[in-house]
């Protein structure tokens, strides 16, 4: 079965700094990987995926992720975060039946 | 283009009582659709998922149960809650052939006294 560990619950970070949050996953055949993001009350808004080709996706709101198959990492990055940038960020990835397992999220919070 | 909805988008409910929680999805047709559960503080977990009309897969047994009357119309329901059934709710829909995105609809907070 498939399992998606993102080893850390809380980041804090200084706006206008740079951003990576850690997505590590266990599957045994070609993954499909998400990045979703969650404001407070609200749903999950897609940021990227990851299906095949190029291992570095670009996604909204200006991230990006970089799939690594020898690491079975699939870190998010942003270069500068913005106060806005503020939520909970999910890694995802896809199993039979295009059942979504969840990693438990990582919550971001952004220093003025 | 396609979008989801939940309602109520909030709920309070006394231990005991029913539940109905409704997702509709526009704009696409032959959806998947789940409903998933976030507990406080912790992730998402897939509570039901469905193929088509009247067709329902549950992954966690528990007091819940869903239900796919119409195509884009999936319900969530309880016949009798429990506080442990507290929680965000949400529905989700992706297209029906094979690996496709889920898209989230905006969730339901539902509160067990």
Request: proline share 4%; aromatic share 14%; glycine share 6%.
């Given at each position: 079965a498939q399992s998606v560990t993102q080893p850390d619950i809380h980041i804090t970070v200084s706006e206008g700094?740079?951003?990576?949050?850690?997505?590590?996953?266990?599957?045994?055949?070609?993954?499909?990987?998400?990045?979703?993001v969650q404001s407070p009350g609200q749903g999950?808004?897609?940021?990227?995926?990851?299906?095949?080709?190029?291992?570095?996706?670009?996604?909204?709101?200006?991230?990006?992720?970089?799939?690594?198959?020898?690491?079975?990492?699939?870190?998010?990055?942003?270069?500068?975060?913005?106060w806005s940038d503020a939520a909970e960020y999910f890694c995802a990835v896809a199993g039979a039946g295009n059942m979504l397992t969840f990693g438990g999220g990582t919550r971001l919070m952004v220093k003025p | 283009s396609q979008t989801i909805h939940q309602w109520p988008a909030t709920l309070v409910q006394p231990v005991g009582s029913p539940l109905s929680?409704?997702?509709?999805?526009?704009?696409?047709?032959?959806?998947?659709?789940?409903?998933?559960?976030?507990?406080?503080?912790?992730?998402?977990?897939?509570?039901?998922?469905?193929?088509?009309?009247?067709?329902?897969?549950?992954?966690?047994?528990?007091?819940?149960?869903?239900?796919?009357?119409?195509?884009?119309?999936?319900?969530?329901?309880?016949?009798?809650?429990?506080?442990?059934d507290s929680g965000f709710y949400l529905c989700a829909w992706s297209g029906y052939r094979g690996q496709?995105?889920?898209?989230?609809?905006p969730g339901t907070r539902l509160l067990v006294l």
């Open positions: 700094a740079s951003l990576e949050l850690r997505c590590n996953y266990s599957y045994g055949a070609t993954p499909y990987l998400f990045w979703y999950l808004q897609l940021l990227l995926k990851y299906f095949s080709g190029d291992t570095l996706v670009q996604g909204i709101k200006g991230f990006e992720a970089e799939f690594k198959r020898s690491q079975s990492s699939f870190n998010l990055r942003k270069p500068s975060v913005h | 929680l409704e997702c509709t999805v526009e704009g696409t047709s032959n959806p998947n659709l789940y409903w998933y559960r976030q507990a406080a503080g912790r992730g998402l977990q897939l509570l039901f998922y469905s193929i088509g009309i009247d067709q329902i897969s549950s992954e966690v047994p528990q007091n819940l149960s869903a239900s796919r009357p119409q195509d884009r119309q999936f319900i969530l329901s309880s016949k009798k809650l429990l506080l442990s496709e995105t889920q898209y989230f609809g």
